[in-house]
């Protein structure tokens, strides 16, 4: 269970990356044609929503059903083998696909989940350490009621009453700090005590800058978007597009505040904007990464605000634009589903025999009918009689790799003696389809994940039986096909043709060593 984890979840990371890069892209191309969009803020809310879908899509178990992608073979440790040998159950058999040597990418998939874990570990601490020092800061500061709030010259232009019957809760600190709204449930309004130099139309503007905040529930969008870069540390991108989310976010406020004002007011704005940041450069503060900042940025940031706010801020992006960002976003969503590997990894394969049936020898009698394949599309990844550790005899079948989902063919017509997930004398075989042809050989079909037919009915050669899957004692998705020749098992490959030119090279190096 834990491989199937570490083998989506690296596949799922992989996705996440490559749908942000690509996304990233797209928008700042986007943006240099029609520039409005870096200023709206719901764009990369729908970017960063686009790259977790990815994420999640990758994630789920059957999707890599809608892959165009040739699936990748994945081998299993032998160490798993002993550990399966040692369970109640298993009466020394093994579990197909636990070979000897370890897979490279399987190592890479777990050690990928183990650092995973240890980088989320570390993103959460930062996390709650930002959080304790905004709350500390918070602790320090003193609130400030009615009668004070009306004494602002802040919000001399604001009905006082009404902001605290909603709830805003406002408070003033001496420390040299950014005016911000801060928190999630219930945000509150910190004012530092320097504030009160700046003029008092300044003073109202900034204000109302932080309300707009406060009244767009932005300090939800950006914790939803800070959220999201925590869960995907390892993605740089999901910061970028973070503080893009920040300055779309001041850039609509500004937006807000400023549309249908003088000139002579937009300058008090811009001069206020720069008061801000000298104080901010002056004292140098950590980012406490967890509040909406008033002029909090670097320079550039504030020249290119200011060159705004001179071009009487922002438009609308217009229909083209939008639509552009959401069909790019669409696509992006539809080719991590189509473009994302599949892998095509088994372990815990078959090994019991069927009832009354004995192991015969790889050189058996090979019966004169000759069978099709039991799929479309054949890749051969163990052959039988490939050594097995505690499997007297080797292998008991042949496997070939194959999605959840791909339709399984009878490989020649004959009557179904059994269609059941119940299999006398071997649960490790999952759903089984069990068919009797001519001659008295029999073909069984293992770890399906749906079965089409039923008991006593006539099945012709090429007819779909059933679906691909990984039931049983499996952990990834492909078809296990035996055979029997009156009551006693053989190699299937006796009625089956150029099965080597569609076998992996892991495949003949197994049966070569069984030689």
Same mark, same amino acid.
């Given at each position: 269970m834990l491989n199937v984890i570490a083998f989506s979840f690296l596949k799922a990371s992989i996705t996440c990356g490559i749908?942000?890069?690509?996304? &990233?892209?797209?928008?700042?191309?986007?943006t240099r044609v029609w520039p409005v969009l870096a200023g709206h803020r719901?764009?990369?809310?729908?970017?960063?929503s686009a790259i977790a879908c990815a994420f999640v899509a990758a994630l789920l178990p059957h999707s890599a059903a809608y892959s165009v992608v040739p699936a990748i073979e994945i081998a299993r440790p032998a160490a798993q083998a002993a550990q399966a040998s040692a369970q109640p159950g298993w009466d020394g058999l093994e579990a197909d696909g636990l070979d000897d040597d370890i897979d490279p990418l399987e190592l890479l998939a777990q050690a990928w989940?183990? &650092?995973?874990?240890?980088?989320?570990?570390?993103?959460?601490?930062?996390?709650?350490?930002?959080?304790?020092?905004?709350?500390?800061?918070?602790a320090h500061a003193r609130p400030l009621d009615a009668t004070a709030l009306a004494q602002h010259a802040g919000f001399d232009a604001e009905p006082v009453a009404e902001l605290l019957r909603r709830g805003l809760r406002v408070c003033e600190t001496d420390a040299s700090i950014s005016p911000m709204l801060a928190g999630l449930a219930r945000p509150q309004l910190l004012l530092p005590r320097h504030l009160r130099s700046f003029s008092d139309e300044q003073q109202r503007l900034i204000v109302a800058h932080e309300l707009t905040h406060w009244k767009r529930h932005d300090p939800l969008w950006l914790h939803a978007s800070m959220l999201l870069q925590t869960l995907f540390w390892f993605n740089p991108l999901l910061a970028v597009l973070t503080r893009r989310l920040n300055w779309a976010q001041e850039l609509g406020c500004d937006?807000?505040?400023?549309?249908?004002? +003088?000139?002579?007011?937009?300058?008090?704005y811009a001069a206020a904007l720069v008061a801000q940041l000298a104080v901010q450069l002056k004292v140098q503060q950590d980012s406490l990464g967890a509040g909406i900042a008033f002029g909090h940025g670097s320079p550039a940031s504030l020249r290119a605000r200011v060159g705004l706010i001179r071009e009487q801020g922002m438009r609308a992006p217009g229909l083209p634009g939008k639509a552009a960002v959401a069909t790019a976003l669409a696509s992006v969503l539809g080719a991590s589903l189509l473009l994302q590997p599949a892998f095509a990894w088994r372990a815990a394969e078959t090994g019991v025999p069927a009832p009354s049936a004995t192991v015969a020898a790889p050189s058996a009698v090979a019966p004169r009918q000759q069978w099709q394949m039991p799929l479309e599309r054949v890749r051969v990844t163990s052959f039988y009689g490939a050594a097995r550790k505690n499997l007297e005899g080797g292998h008991h079948g042949i496997d070939f790799a194959a999605r959840t989902g791909t339709p399984v063919l009878a490989a020649a017509?004959?009557?179904?003696?059994?269609?059941?997930?119940?299999?006398?004398?071997? +649960?490790?075989?999952?759903?089984?389809v069990l068919i009797e042809h001519a001659g008295g050989v029999r073909s069984l079909y293992a770890h399906?994940?749906?079965?089409?037919?039923? +008991?006593?009915?006539?099945?012709?050669?090429?007819?779909?039986?059933?679906?691909v899957g990984a039931t049983g004692k499996v952990t990834g998705p492909h078809l296990h096909l035996e055979a029997f020749k009156d009551g006693e098992r053989i190699d299937p490959q006796q009625m089956l043709?150029?099965?080597?030119?569609?076998?992996?090279?892991?495949?003949?190096?197994?049966r070569a060593a069984r030689l």
């Open positions: 749908a942000a890069a690509v996304i &990233l892209a797209l928008l700042t191309l986007a719901s764009v990369w809310l729908w970017a960063q989940l183990a &650092l995973y874990v240890a980088g989320l570990l570390a993103a959460g601490a930062r996390w709650v350490h930002a959080q304790r020092g905004l709350r500390a800061l918070l937006h807000a505040v400023l549309d249908g004002r +003088p000139a002579q007011q937009r300058k008090q017509g004959g009557t179904v003696l059994a269609s059941t997930a119940q299999y006398e004398g071997g +649960p490790q075989y999952g759903d089984v399906l994940s749906a079965r089409s037919v039923k +008991p006593g009915q006539v099945v012709r050669a090429g007819e779909t039986i059933g679906l043709t150029s099965l080597d030119a569609l076998a992996t090279s892991r495949a003949l190096r197994k």
